[in-house]
Protein backbone atom coordinates (compact mmCIF):
# COMPACT_ATOMS: atom_id res chain seq x y z
CA UNK A 1 0.00 0.00 0.00
CA UNK A 2 1.23 3.50 -0.28
CA UNK A 3 -0.14 5.38 2.15
CA UNK A 4 -1.38 4.29 5.94
CA UNK A 5 -3.82 5.49 7.79
CA UNK A 6 -3.20 5.48 11.30
CA UNK A 7 -6.12 6.34 13.69
CA UNK A 8 -4.78 7.59 17.57
CA UNK A 9 -8.06 6.33 18.87
CA UNK A 10 -7.10 7.81 22.57
CA UNK A 11 -7.01 11.55 21.06
CA UNK A 12 -9.66 11.19 18.61
CA UNK A 13 -6.60 12.26 15.71
CA UNK A 14 -6.14 10.24 12.37
CA UNK A 15 -3.05 10.61 10.61
CA UNK A 16 -2.76 10.04 6.56
CA UNK A 17 0.85 9.17 5.76
CA UNK A 18 2.10 9.81 2.52
CA UNK A 19 4.59 6.82 1.45
CA UNK A 20 5.71 6.58 -1.90
CA UNK A 21 9.37 7.96 -1.50
CA UNK A 22 10.48 6.53 -4.86
CA UNK A 23 8.16 8.84 -6.47
CA UNK A 24 8.73 12.06 -3.73
CA UNK A 25 4.89 11.31 -3.42
CA UNK A 26 4.05 12.65 -6.78
CA UNK A 27 0.08 12.58 -7.31
CA UNK A 28 -0.91 9.84 -9.58
CA UNK A 29 -3.80 9.32 -10.19
CA UNK A 30 -3.13 5.72 -8.61
CA UNK A 31 -2.14 7.26 -5.83
CA UNK A 32 -4.89 9.98 -5.33
CA UNK A 33 -7.25 7.31 -5.62
CA UNK A 34 -6.32 5.51 -2.78
CA UNK A 35 -5.78 8.77 -0.48
CA UNK A 36 -9.55 9.33 -1.06
CA UNK A 37 -10.48 5.73 -0.31
CA UNK A 38 -8.61 6.36 3.26
CA UNK A 39 -9.78 10.09 3.63
CA UNK A 40 -13.66 8.22 2.59
CA UNK A 41 -13.27 5.50 5.21
CA UNK A 42 -12.63 8.17 8.59
CA UNK A 43 -14.68 7.07 11.41
CA UNK A 44 -17.40 9.79 12.15
CA UNK A 45 -16.08 10.30 15.79
CA UNK A 46 -12.61 11.25 14.40
CA UNK A 47 -11.90 14.58 15.35
CA UNK A 48 -9.09 15.88 13.23
CA UNK A 49 -6.95 14.74 10.14
CA UNK A 50 -3.27 15.24 10.11
CA UNK A 51 -2.04 14.65 6.48
CA UNK A 52 2.09 13.98 6.75
CA UNK A 53 4.92 12.46 4.60
CA UNK A 54 6.55 8.75 5.64
CA UNK A 55 9.94 10.29 4.85
CA UNK A 56 12.07 13.27 5.33
CA UNK A 57 12.41 14.16 1.27
CA UNK A 58 9.20 15.59 0.78
CA UNK A 59 5.70 16.38 1.68
CA UNK A 60 4.35 15.67 -2.23
CA UNK A 61 6.64 16.65 -5.10
CA UNK A 62 3.86 17.76 -7.61
CA UNK A 63 1.66 15.42 -10.21
CA UNK A 64 3.08 12.71 -12.20
CA UNK A 65 4.37 14.23 -15.05
CA UNK A 66 4.44 11.26 -17.56
CA UNK A 67 0.99 11.08 -16.85
CA UNK A 68 0.66 14.52 -17.97
CA UNK A 69 2.76 14.16 -21.11
CA UNK A 70 0.53 10.86 -21.98
CA UNK A 71 -2.37 12.82 -21.93
CA UNK A 72 -4.03 14.92 -24.47
CA UNK A 73 -6.62 17.57 -23.89
CA UNK A 74 -9.10 14.99 -25.49
CA UNK A 75 -8.28 11.95 -22.90
CA UNK A 76 -8.17 14.14 -19.98
CA UNK A 77 -11.46 15.72 -20.48
CA UNK A 78 -13.49 12.69 -21.48
CA UNK A 79 -11.48 10.78 -18.85
CA UNK A 80 -11.95 13.67 -16.45
CA UNK A 81 -8.58 13.43 -15.32
CA UNK A 82 -8.46 15.38 -12.07
CA UNK A 83 -12.19 14.78 -10.96
CA UNK A 84 -14.01 14.86 -7.31
CA UNK A 85 -11.33 12.54 -5.81
CA UNK A 86 -8.45 14.65 -6.06
CA UNK A 87 -10.38 17.30 -3.58
CA UNK A 88 -10.75 14.60 -0.97
CA UNK A 89 -8.85 16.73 1.53
CA UNK A 90 -11.10 20.40 0.13
CA UNK A 91 -14.04 18.08 1.14
CA UNK A 92 -13.20 16.57 4.75
CA UNK A 93 -15.50 18.59 7.39
CA UNK A 94 -13.16 18.14 10.77
CA UNK A 95 -10.26 19.81 10.54
CA UNK A 96 -7.28 19.00 8.76
CA UNK A 97 -3.76 19.89 9.50
CA UNK A 98 -0.62 19.33 7.04
CA UNK A 99 2.96 18.91 8.34
CA UNK A 100 5.25 19.59 5.62
CA UNK A 101 8.94 19.03 5.13
CA UNK A 102 10.82 19.62 2.12
CA UNK A 103 9.22 20.03 -1.31
CA UNK A 104 5.61 20.89 -1.10
CA UNK A 105 4.97 21.24 -4.85
CA UNK A 106 2.26 21.62 -7.45
CA UNK A 107 -0.28 19.10 -6.45
CA UNK A 108 1.66 18.75 -2.81
CA UNK A 109 1.23 22.28 -2.69
CA UNK A 110 -2.31 22.20 -3.55
CA UNK A 111 -2.69 19.41 -0.88
CA UNK A 112 -0.76 21.75 1.75
CA UNK A 113 -3.34 24.48 0.98
CA UNK A 114 -6.63 22.11 0.98
CA UNK A 115 -5.71 21.74 5.02
CA UNK A 116 -7.03 24.50 7.42
CA UNK A 117 -3.89 24.48 9.30
CA UNK A 118 -0.37 23.97 8.20
CA UNK A 119 2.98 23.40 10.33
CA UNK A 120 6.17 23.81 8.24
CA UNK A 121 10.01 22.69 8.94
CA UNK A 122 12.43 25.46 8.12
CA UNK A 123 13.41 23.46 4.92
CA UNK A 124 10.53 23.12 3.47
CA UNK A 125 10.23 24.60 0.12
CA UNK A 126 6.57 26.14 -1.49
CA UNK A 127 5.82 26.57 -5.33
CA UNK A 128 3.72 25.83 -8.51
CA UNK A 129 6.20 24.35 -11.13
CA UNK A 130 3.50 24.08 -13.77
CA UNK A 131 4.12 27.08 -15.59
CA UNK A 132 8.01 25.48 -16.64
CA UNK A 133 5.67 22.35 -17.90
CA UNK A 134 3.42 24.26 -20.54
CA UNK A 135 0.41 23.76 -17.87
CA UNK A 136 -1.02 25.73 -14.78
CA UNK A 137 -2.52 23.92 -11.93
CA UNK A 138 -5.48 21.87 -12.01
CA UNK A 139 -6.26 21.33 -7.79
CA UNK A 140 -7.52 24.45 -7.18
CA UNK A 141 -3.70 26.12 -6.49
CA UNK A 142 -4.88 29.55 -8.36
CA UNK A 143 -7.79 29.76 -6.21
CA UNK A 144 -6.19 28.84 -3.00
CA UNK A 145 -3.23 30.93 -3.45
CA UNK A 146 -4.72 33.86 -4.25
CA UNK A 147 -7.33 33.85 -1.43
CA UNK A 148 -4.27 33.17 0.72
CA UNK A 149 -2.09 35.71 -0.38
CA UNK A 150 -4.16 38.07 -3.10
CA UNK A 151 -4.16 38.31 -6.34
CA UNK A 152 -0.69 40.35 -6.95
CA UNK A 153 1.50 37.91 -5.20
CA UNK A 154 0.01 35.21 -6.28
CA UNK A 155 0.17 35.75 -10.32
CA UNK A 156 3.66 36.49 -9.41
CA UNK A 157 4.46 32.94 -7.45
CA UNK A 158 2.35 30.92 -10.01
CA UNK A 159 3.18 33.28 -13.34
CA UNK A 160 7.33 32.64 -12.56
CA UNK A 161 7.14 28.98 -11.01
CA UNK A 162 9.60 30.60 -8.48
CA UNK A 163 9.81 28.62 -5.65
CA UNK A 164 8.57 29.85 -2.14
CA UNK A 165 11.03 29.20 1.26
CA UNK A 166 9.87 28.39 5.10
CA UNK A 167 10.44 31.64 6.06
CA UNK A 168 9.16 33.50 3.33
CA UNK A 169 5.70 31.16 3.52
CA UNK A 170 5.44 32.39 6.81
CA UNK A 171 5.69 36.07 6.26
CA UNK A 172 2.94 35.70 3.33
CA UNK A 173 0.57 34.17 5.90
CA UNK A 174 0.49 30.36 3.88
CA UNK A 175 1.49 28.67 6.67
CA UNK A 176 0.94 28.72 10.56
CA UNK A 177 4.45 27.23 12.56
CA UNK A 178 7.58 27.35 10.99
CA UNK A 179 9.58 24.76 13.29
CA UNK A 180 13.28 24.42 13.10
CA UNK A 181 13.25 20.51 12.11
CA UNK A 182 11.22 17.50 11.22
CA UNK A 183 11.16 16.69 14.53
CA UNK A 184 9.90 19.59 15.89
CA UNK A 185 7.42 20.29 13.05
CA UNK A 186 5.68 16.85 14.06
CA UNK A 187 5.41 17.63 17.74
CA UNK A 188 3.88 20.87 17.00
CA UNK A 189 1.61 19.22 14.71
CA UNK A 190 0.40 16.69 17.13
CA UNK A 191 0.14 19.88 19.75
CA UNK A 192 -2.51 21.39 17.70
CA UNK A 193 -4.01 18.38 16.96
CA UNK A 194 -4.45 17.28 20.59
CA UNK A 195 -5.70 20.82 21.49
CA UNK A 196 -8.52 21.05 18.81
CA UNK A 197 -9.35 17.09 19.51
CA UNK A 198 -10.30 18.27 23.33
CA UNK A 199 -12.83 20.58 21.66
CA UNK A 200 -16.73 20.42 20.61
CA UNK A 201 -16.66 18.24 17.74
CA UNK A 202 -19.25 20.42 16.45
CA UNK A 203 -17.98 23.32 16.96
CA UNK A 204 -15.25 22.90 15.10
CA UNK A 205 -16.96 21.08 12.06
CA UNK A 206 -19.55 24.51 12.01
CA UNK A 207 -16.59 27.06 12.34
CA UNK A 208 -14.61 24.96 9.75
CA UNK A 209 -17.71 25.29 7.35
CA UNK A 210 -18.06 29.43 8.18
CA UNK A 211 -14.82 29.74 7.40
CA UNK A 212 -15.16 27.92 4.34
CA UNK A 213 -17.93 29.72 3.30
CA UNK A 214 -16.50 33.03 4.03
CA UNK A 215 -14.40 32.41 0.84
CA UNK A 216 -17.44 32.02 -2.11
CA UNK A 217 -20.49 34.18 -0.34
CA UNK A 218 -20.89 37.94 0.61
CA UNK A 219 -20.52 39.69 4.22
CA UNK A 220 -23.83 39.35 4.50
CA UNK A 221 -24.95 35.93 3.75
CA UNK A 222 -21.89 35.19 5.74
CA UNK A 223 -22.94 36.90 8.79
CA UNK A 224 -26.14 35.35 8.78
CA UNK A 225 -25.19 31.83 7.99
CA UNK A 226 -22.39 32.26 10.78
CA UNK A 227 -25.42 33.11 13.44
CA UNK A 228 -27.45 30.53 12.36
CA UNK A 229 -25.26 28.02 13.00
CA UNK A 230 -24.10 29.90 16.21
CA UNK A 231 -27.98 29.27 17.37
CA UNK A 232 -27.72 25.96 16.54
CA UNK A 233 -24.85 24.88 18.65
CA UNK A 234 -27.33 25.96 21.58
CA UNK A 235 -29.11 22.79 21.42
CA UNK A 236 -25.52 20.21 21.93
CA UNK A 237 -24.84 18.42 24.79
CA UNK A 238 -21.46 20.15 24.36
CA UNK A 239 -22.62 23.76 25.12
CA UNK A 240 -24.72 22.72 27.77
CA UNK A 241 -21.25 21.15 29.48
CA UNK A 242 -19.15 23.55 28.62
CA UNK A 243 -21.32 26.32 30.00
CA UNK A 244 -22.15 24.32 32.82
CA UNK A 245 -18.41 24.19 33.29
CA UNK A 246 -17.77 27.28 33.23
CA UNK A 247 -20.18 28.84 35.99
CA UNK A 248 -19.16 26.14 38.11
CA UNK A 249 -15.32 27.18 38.25
CA UNK A 250 -16.92 31.02 38.54
CA UNK A 251 -18.38 30.33 41.74
Known amino acids: MLTELVYENENDIAVLTLNNPKKLNALSSEFVKEIYQRISSIKKETKVLVVKSGFA ?55 ALMCDIIVASKNA ?31 EILMTGRFVKADE ?51 TQGIKSERQMFRSLFSTSFKQKGTEEFLNKKK
Open 57 to 111: KAFAAGVNVQEIHDNSYESAYLDSFIDQTWEAVTNVKIPVIAAVSEYALGGGFEL
Open 125 to 155: VFGFPEVNLGIMPGMGGTQFLTRAVGTKIAS
Open 169 to 219: ALQLGLINYLAENDDEMLEKTMEIAKNIAKKSIMSTRMIKEAIRLSQDVGL
